[in-house]
């Protein structure tokens, strides 16, 4: 059973950092791109960023580029994203994602099969 596990969410001032992880089971991690999403409350889902299977390419949104870094630690089956400067727009659920091949397609960031459940990260004064 694929199983997709986020933590590492909570409150944050803007300017500050977070750091979110997202422990996969299930299927061998190694193998296939993995992104982030985001969907703030009353808003349409939010492809964040994505990364390769053997983390060799990366890929951002423009509203976090500069800001957020994705990246995989394939021994420990893990996925993170470093969130930096956050802004109070960064406010959302926070949701890991698994493409269905290696890399992340270019066409469509939205290719997923499994999602986790999310973690929640809210920035705010």
């Known amino acids: 059973e694929v199983q997709l596990v986020e933590s590492g969410g909570g409150l944050v001032q803007p300017g500050g950092s977070l750091r979110l992880s997202c422990a996969a089971s299930?299927?061998?991690?190694?193998?296939?791109?993995m992104s982030w999403v985001r969907q703030a409350p009353g808003k349409g889902r939010e492809w964040v960023g994505g990364?390769?299977?053997?983390?060799?390419?990366?890929y951002y949104a423009d509203s976090v580029k500069g800001r957020f870094t994705i990246s995989r630690d394939n021994t420990k089956n893990t996925l993170y994203l470093q969130l930096n400067s956050l802004k109070t727009e960064d406010t959302a659920m926070y949701v890991c994602?698994?493409?269905?091949?290696?890399?992340?397609?270019?066409?469509?960031?939205?290719?997923?099969?499994?999602w986790g459940q999310g973690t929640q990260v809210t920035v705010s004064s």
């Open positions: 990364i390769n299977s053997d983390g060799g390419s990366r």
């Open positions: 299930g299927f061998t991690f190694s193998t296939y791109a």
């Open positions: 994602a698994k493409h269905l091949t290696t890399a992340v397609p270019a066409t469509s960031r939205y290719e997923h099969d499994y």
